[in-house]
């Protein structure tokens, strides 16, 4: 069965940095999109950053230029360095990513998610 590990949450001051890894194991294809979310209390889920299998990238207007997604394909690990935390960054983040699998002899795309991350910023 496919998973995602989500490491590299914590707490940190405001105008610091963290680097967030997400890990995908089991039987895999192949990897499509990856990405990741947050969830702040009481808002909804949503999108931080995503990347193609090809490295095109999508950014939310509240963390472009301070947040770089990539992915490392042979190690199936995308990572999100966050640069320049805000107290409004603080959230569970997820990763989420869209798995080619194998199932009895069928190829599926799959949506998988990771368990979630804590990032707290301080002020």
């Known amino acids: 069965q496919p998973q995602l590990v989500e490491s590299g949450g914590g707490l940190v001051q405001a105008g610091g940095s963290l680097r967030l890894s997400c890990a995908a194991s089991?039987?895999?294809?192949?990897?499509?999109?990856m990405g990741w979310y947050r969830q702040a209390p009481g808002k909804q889920r949503e999108l931080v950053a995503s990347i193609t299998s090809g490295g095109s990238t999508n950014y939310a207007e509240s963390v472009k230029g301070r947040f770089t997604i990539s992915r490392a394909n042979a190690e199936k690990t995308v990572y999100l360095q966050m640069n320049s935390l805000k107290t409004e960054d603080t959230a569970v983040y997820y990763c989420?990513?869209?798995?080619?699998?194998?199932?009895?002899?069928?190829?599926?795309?799959?949506?998988?998610w990771g368990q979630g991350t804590q990032v707290t910023v301080s002020s």
């Open positions: 089991g039987s895999i294809f192949s990897i499509n999109d």
């Open positions: 989420n990513a869209d798995l080619r699998i194998v199932v009895l002899g069928t190829i599926l795309d799959r949506d998988y």
